[in-house]
């Protein structure tokens, strides 16, 4: 998966759109028992990440693949009004 678009959505979530039109939610909070994800918890912190395309990185040094966000984010429908 090639990430199109990245955005903090709540607290410790994030929003995701795939390049092939997929779009979910990739909770963060389960990896909080690892002591890297940690800064993450502040706002300030989280809503500094970067769409490297195949991974979402933060200034703090936190990163993930998008095989990862694949794997264990809930896709969402498109809502249309």
Known sequence: ???QTVKPFTPLK???IAEDGRQ???DLTPYLKYEVFVPL???QTFAQI???GYFVEWECGVDLSADTIEAHWEIK???FN
Do not use: D, E, S
């Open 1 to 3: 998966m090639k990430i």
């Open 14 to 16: 994030l929003h995701i």
């Open 24 to 26: 979910g939610i990739f």
């Open 41 to 43: 918890q502040n706002p």
């Open 50 to 52: 970067t769409n490297g």
């Open 77 to 79: 429908k498109p809502h």
